[in-house]
């Protein structure tokens, strides 16, 4: 506007300096024959000032809709959790515009999707110091460091959150997952029914609370947040994962499926989701589809060791031991400190009566201080390697 105001003063500038120069040649040297050439130069001079601001104008006009329109597209492509092709479109921003915070956090929480999480922590953190008073996704972001571990900065970030804005739901969000990662989940959940009481319709902050009522272990209330959350967004995969995580646990198969395969159809390319599905439709005997659905999960990030391992779980059920032990071996690669492939290695290798590798993987396994459950579980297949067959069937 002030360019344009700019122009205007000096179109009217150069046509009264002109209008000047004008009477002052014509009352002494002009004859009179030249008057209607004077009118034409009094007529082109301001059209050309308002060419020029005009072509400004259009310029100005142009940039603006481009940056909207990357804008838009990058937003549109996560909303369908298209995340990769989202950074990508994000990429094209120029760098002014691609260090603002609202746009670092739209890049947090793509990565936070792709399950990137060292990744999703920097452009979280870059966006919360670029923007510090903002709390846009702000929320996810204590996500991000709780899946981190990241103790010391989720506290942090909590105290600061409710310093900055305490009646704000994204500030207890993240108070709660500091509370929840200390393994405080009564207190962590008092911290998100603080949020769903500040804003109701903040569906997050329902999933949150039906996590912790998982832990535990109160199922029904947990079916009721997590339902309370769909009511309020029926696109909110991770409330239609959580339902289906329930019935999973409660070995109502069908129903888990119908769950993780409604979070499926909002989310196709999560590999975490895939791989629950799988599990499920496992656990109703459709062996294949849980296979087909393993190698998509593979596919689809092949970081996440949990496919693999179920793939090689699923392959052992239908005594494929080979091609089982290979996909461990395999993932051994991708994650060597995690009892539980050593673990099931070692059911392999007794299915196979190679009781020596097994009592040796279940040793590994015990090594690597998996939880008290599942020690108690191979402790359990250790002592029925070491009585013998006859004695044992007549136990």
């Known amino acids: 506007m002030l360019?344009?105001?700019?122009?205007?003063?000096?179109?009217?500038?150069?046509?009264?300096?002109?209008?000047?120069?004008i009477s002052s040649t014509t009352s002494s040297s002009l004859p009179s024959g030249d008057t209607r050439s004077l009118e034409q130069v009094e007529e082109i001079i301001p059209t050309c000032g308002v060419a020029l601001c005009g072509s400004r104008v259009m310029t100005g006009a142009s940039e603006i809709l481009g940056?909207?329109?990357i804008l838009g597209e990058g937003y549109r492509l996560s909303?369908?959790?298209?995340?990769?092709?989202?950074l990508d479109v994000y990429l094209k921003l120029p760098h002014k515009h691609y260090s603002t915070g609202w746009v670092l956090s739209q890049?947090?929480?793509?990565?936070?999707?792709?399950?990137?999480?060292?990744?999703?922590?920097?452009?979280?953190?870059?966006?919360?110091?670029v923007s510090p008073y903002s709390l846009e996704g702000m929320d996810m972001y204590s996500t991000v460091l709780y899946h981190l571990k990241e103790d010391m900065k989720l506290s942090y970030l909590a105290q600061e959150l409710i310093?900055?804005?305490?009646?704000?739901?994204?500030?207890?969000?993240a108070m709660g997952n500091c509370y929840s990662l200390q393994k405080d989940h009564e207190t962590a959940l008092k911290n998100f029914q603080r949020a769903v009481q500040l804003n109701s319709r903040f569906a997050y902050a329902h999933t949150l609370c039906g996590h912790e009522y998982v832990a535990l272990e109160d199922f029904e209330n947990g079916l009721r947040s997590y339902q309370s959350a769909l009511?309020?967004?029926?696109?909110?995969?991770?409330?239609?994962?959580?339902?289906?995580?329930?019935f999973l646990r409660q070995e109502k198969f069908e129903?888990?499926?119908?769950?993780?395969?409604?979070?499926?159809?909002?989310?196709?390319?999560?590999?975490?989701?895939?791989?629950?599905?799988?599990?499920?439709?496992?656990?109703?005997k459709r062996s294949e589809e849980a296979l087909m659905m393993m190698e998509r999960a593979i596919l689809a990030d092949k970081k996440n060791p949990l496919p693999m391992y179920e793939k090689a779980h699923i392959l052992m059920s239908l005594e494929k031991f080979d091609e089982a032990l290979e996909v461990l071996e395999e993932l051994k690669e991708y994650a060597p400190h995690e009892s539980s492939v050593y673990a099931l290695m070692g059911k392999i290798y007794k299915q196979r009566n190679m009781h020596e590798k097994a009592?040796?993987?279940?040793?590994?396994?015990?090594?690597?201080?998996?939880?008290?459950?599942d020690v108690a579980l191979i402790k359990a297949a250790i002592e029925k390697l070491l009585v013998p067959d006859e004695i044992e069937d007549n136990l």
């Open 67 to 69: 940056l909207l329109r």
């Open 79 to 86: 909303c369908n959790y298209r995340c990769q092709d989202a």
């Open 3 to 21: 360019n344009y105001q700019f122009c205007l003063g000096m179109r009217i500038e150069a046509f009264d300096d002109s209008r000047a120069s």
């Open 107 to 129: 890049v947090g929480k793509a990565y936070f999707e792709l399950v990137d999480y060292l990744e999703a922590d920097r452009a979280f953190s870059l966006a919360h110091r």
């Open 163 to 173: 310093s900055t804005d305490r009646l704000a739901p994204q500030s207890w969000c």
């Open 255 to 284: 129903f888990a499926e119908h769950h993780f395969h409604r979070a499926f159809l909002i989310n196709p390319r999560s590999s975490v989701i895939m791989s629950y599905l799988g599990a499920a439709l496992h656990a109703l």
């Open 231 to 246: 009511q309020i967004d029926a696109r909110h995969y991770n409330s239609w994962y959580g339902l289906g995580m329930i």
């Open 359 to 373: 009592i040796f993987h279940f040793g590994i396994a015990l090594d690597l201080k998996p939880s008290a459950t």
